[in-house]
């Protein structure tokens, strides 16, 4: 239950990132960048059943 809000709440934060905004058009792809990868090892420790 808990990876699952966990895994629906990095997504949003990965769309909510993604500089797609004029005034963020500088940052380039860092912020996606960095909440893909942490959504990604999410995603495997929760198919490990770590989480």
Same mark, same amino acid.
């Given at each position: 239950? !808990?990876?699952t809000i966990l895994?629906?709440?990095l997504?949003?934060?990965l769309i /909510?990132? !993604?500089p797609?905004?004029?005034?963020?058009a500088s940052w380039g792809y860092?912020? /996606?960048g960095l909440l893909?990868?942490?959504l990604v090892v999410d995603?495997?420790?929760a198919l490990m059943g770590r989480i």
């Open positions: 239950m !808990l990876s895994v629906v709440l997504i949003l934060l /909510g990132a !993604l797609t905004w004029p005034y963020s860092a912020p /996606g893909g990868t942490v995603l495997v420790l």
